[in-house]
C-alpha cells in the first residue's frame, strides 16, 4: 500500500505529554478532512495508548515514547506508538477488559479495549524488558485528496 504521508514524534514519558500526543495526532490527520468522530476516535485512542505507556511501561522512571503515524492512499491511518518500558508479561491478559496490574491505584483496566472500540485494529507486541508497540489502524471515509 502506497504511504501518501507519514509523521514521527518523539517525547518523555510525562503525563503532560498524553495531551501533546493526542493534539499532534489529530493536527496531522486533518488533512483527510476527517469527522468530528473520526478525530475523536483517534484522539481517545492514542491517549490510551500513551497513557499506558507512561503508566505501565515506564513506572514514573524516565522513559521516551515514540508516536509514528502514516496515512495510505486509501484513506486508512496508521498509529503506532512504542516504548522502551518494562513490557508486558501477557499481552493477552493484558486485553481483557477489567484487568488491570494497577487495581490499588483504581485503573479501570479498559485501555486496550477503548483502543479497540475506537480503531479498526490493534495489534501489540510486547517484550519484558524491551518494551512495548502498539500499532492501530483506522480506515477513514473516503473525502480527501489522497
Do not use: C, W
Not at 73 to 95: M, P, Q, W, Y
Not at 124 to 135: A, F, L, Q, R
Not at 136 to 146: A, D, E, G, W
Amino acid at each position: 500500500m502506497e504511504i501518501a504521508n507519514e509523521m514521527r514524534l518523539v517525547f518523555m514519558a510525562k503525563s503532560a505529554n498524553e495531551g501533546f500526543a493526542r493534539v499532534s495526532a489529530a493536527a496531522f490527520v486533518a488533512q483527510l478532512d476527517p469527522t468530528v468522530s473520526e478525530i475523536a476516535d483517534i484522539k481517545t485512542a492514542v491517549s490510551e495508548a500513551v497513557s499506558n505507556s507512561i503508566i505501565h511501561g515506564y513506572e514514573g522512571t524516565f522513559g521516551i515514547i515514540t508516536l509514528e503515524m502514516r496515512i495510505y492512499a486509501n484513506n486508512t491511518v496508521e498509529i503506532t506508538i512504542s516504548d522502551s518500558g518494562k513490557g508486558i508479561l501477557d499481552v493477552d491478559k493484558a486485553r481483557e477488559p477489567m484487568y488491570s496490574t494497577k487495581k490499588d491505584e483504581d485503573r479501570a483496566g479498559m485501555g486496550f479495549t477503548v483502543m479497540e472500540t475506537f480503531m479498526d485494529n490493534v495489534d501489540v507486541v510486547s517484550e519484558v524488558n524491551v518494551g512495548t508497540k502498539i500499532v492501530m489502524k483506522k480506515k477513514l471515509r473516503l473525502n480527501s485528496t489522497y
